[in-house]
């Protein structure tokens, strides 16, 4: 019997020091908030109020383990709260919450590099995006290739990728570029073993399982190249599976969009810190459960009653859409550019295509509709240039792609089939043909004089005055001067050939 209850002991002992041996790691895990900043409800629990940053704080405030907190992109570009806080909003709360990293996907970056930049300088965590870097290959301020964290003792490497395939190509993101993912990784996961990961964590806005094309490179692959990466937590989540995935010695996980739940990941180690156990699960944001921090609540609010005040001022209706396109002059932009034009009083209205993200859709338009369709803070300027030059600029900009000149006050006869430098073939001004030497008056944006169209034709002029009135507010005083509009198509460019 003693000799029983010595093994007995020795053997609870010996259990008890492997036990302490063993960790579990628990990572919480956020991807596609899209804007979605406060408690909604939810028609899955019979329509309760669930959701939402001042939820998700309240939660993580409850947490007695110690975890990681991260993100995996799509963070702002999805509501008009998200429009009208845009990214210094959503990094203001993502600070309060402790988010320990996150990485950026495309749609984080529709409005430019530069709008979001001083959002990323404040960002009291790293924005890790291992193959977003300057047009010239050199690294980005304010975005990291990688991160090191502790977590119970255990190194924790922390990667970031977005899609190489789908950056839209405009001026607004021309000084940036996205390298190939698996040419990053292949650099990039030799440098974090070397300084001690014992886990990699791979931040990830790609998708999993994407067929065809370019885009074919994919969480599903990555994970097949580089067993060496122990979890993805993905984003794309429009695209990808939510259950977790398990693909060769790889885990993958992803929460659902639009922060109504936060993803609980777990990995269970061994003595030799080896992932023994995997476990992924959504915990749902209930208003019920938690509550709602009041200092986070005191930031949302604000930017909730002005949208849903927003939302309930009618500017005009419309009979029919107008509609916006990159590639040729469209309804939106045809109308956009009269507008400033009647608005400056001068001869011309110019505008680039990416002005706009989305057009306006038929039947009552409201700000919030505005605020989607025109989110830039692109300042109106007036602006006087001799007739040469403006035809130099309107030629080195038929050389853009994806940013077509969006025209009022002039017909334009060009053939793209001709040189380059010579595809306008005629110009007039209000009827009459353009003269190099006289100087025309122009309303156009600060976004255009500043490289917009990507090139700086556009600064050889005479004189230029700032209205610091934005290009949203001049469109809302012409929509609504006007009870019911109809759309007319657009006018001034003539394609022509030889």
């Keep these: 019997m003693k000799k029983f209850s010595l093994f007995v002991i020795v053997g609870l002992l010996l259990f008890s020091a492997c036990s302490r041996e063993q960790k579990t790691l628990t990572f919480y895990h956020t991807n596609d908030i899209e804007g979605f900043f406060w408690a909604r409800n939810n028609p899955s629990i019979n329509n309760k109020l669930a959701g939402g940053m001042a939820v998700l704080k309240n939660f993580l405030d409850k947490q007695e383990k110690t975890y990681l907190l991260f993100d995996s992109g799509n963070i702002f570009a999805g509501t008009p709260e998200g429009q009208l806080g845009k990214m210094q909003s959503?990094?203001?709360?993502?600070?309060m919450l402790g988010y320990n990293a996150a990485t950026l996907s495309p749609k984080d970056l529709t409005l430019g590099i530069d709008a979001i930049t001083p959002a990323l300088a404040a960002a009291k965590f790293p924005i890790i995006v291992s193959n977003l870097k300057a047009s010239n290959g050199t690294s980005l301020k304010h975005i990291k290739s990688y991160e090191i964290f502790d977590l119970q003792g255990i190194k924790i490497g922390v990667i970031g990728l977005m899609p190489s395939?789908?950056?839209?190509?405009?001026?607004?993101?021309?000084?940036?570029?996205?390298?190939?993912?698996?040419e990053t990784l292949?650099?990039?996961?030799p440098t974090l073993q070397e300084n001690g990961a014992q886990i990699i964590v791979l931040l990830s806005s790609i998708g999993f399982d994407l067929e065809?094309?370019?885009?074919?490179?994919?969480?599903?692959?990555?994970?097949?190249?580089?067993?060496?990466i122990n979890i993805i937590l993905g984003g794309n989540s429009d695209l990808s599976p939510l259950e977790p995935q398990e693909v060769y010695e790889t885990y993958i996980a992803r929460s659902k969009e639009n922060l109504e739940s936060v993803q609980e990941t777990t990995l269970a180690l061994d003595k030799n810190n080896k992932i023994k156990d995997f476990n992924s699960k959504p915990l749902l944001l209930e208003v019920d459960t938690y509550g709602q921090n009041s200092q986070l609540l005191d930031i949302i609010n604000p930017l909730r009653h002005?949208?849903?005040k927003s939302q309930s001022n009618k500017i005009t209706t419309l009979e029919a859409p107008l509609n916006t396109d990159l590639k040729k002059p469209s309804p939106l932009g045809y109308y956009t550019a009269q507008?400033?034009?009647?608005?400056?009083?001068?001869?011309?209205?110019?505008?680039?295509?990416?002005?706009?993200?989305?057009?306006?859709?038929?039947?009552?338009?409201?700000?919030?509709?505005?605020?989607?369709?025109?989110?830039?803070?692109?300042?109106?300027?007036?602006?006087?240039m001799r007739g040469d030059d403006l035809k130099n600029a309107l030629e080195a900009t038929l050389d853009i792609n994806n940013n077509w000149p969006q025209i009022a006050g002039m017909e334009i006869n060009y053939d793209m089939s001709l040189p380059k430098g010579s595809k306008i073939k005629s110009i007039k001004i209000n009827g009459n043909p353009l003269k190099n030497?006289?100087?025309y008056s122009i309303t156009t944006t600060d976004h255009i004089m500043a490289g917009g169209f990507g090139h700086d034709e556009f600064l050889n002029m005479f004189e230029f005055k700032n209205t610091d009135r934005t290009l949203r507010d001049?469109?809302?005083w012409c929509l609504s001067k006007q009870k019911t509009i109809k759309p007319t198509e657009p006018k001034g460019w003539h394609a022509t050939t030889k």
Excluded: H
Excluded at 165 to 173: I, P
Excluded at 186 to 189: D, E, G, P, S
């Design 306 to 308: 002005t949208i849903l």
């Design 474 to 476: 001049i469109l809302r």
């Design 437 to 439: 030497t006289q100087i």
């Design 186 to 189: 292949q650099k990039i996961l």
């Design 90 to 95: 959503a990094v203001y709360m993502m600070n």
């Design 339 to 384: 507008c400033v034009k009647t608005w400056g009083k001068t001869e011309i209205g110019l505008l680039n295509s990416d002005a706009f993200i989305t057009g306006l859709k038929e039947g009552i338009i409201s700000q919030a509709d505005l605020q989607n369709a025109i989110p830039y803070d692109d300042r109106v300027m007036f602006i006087k």
């Design 212 to 228: 065809g094309g370019k885009e074919s490179i994919d969480e599903k692959t990555i994970a097949e190249e580089f067993p060496q």
């Design 165 to 182: 395939a789908t950056l839209k190509s405009t001026q607004r993101n021309a000084n940036i570029k996205i390298e190939n993912e698996i």
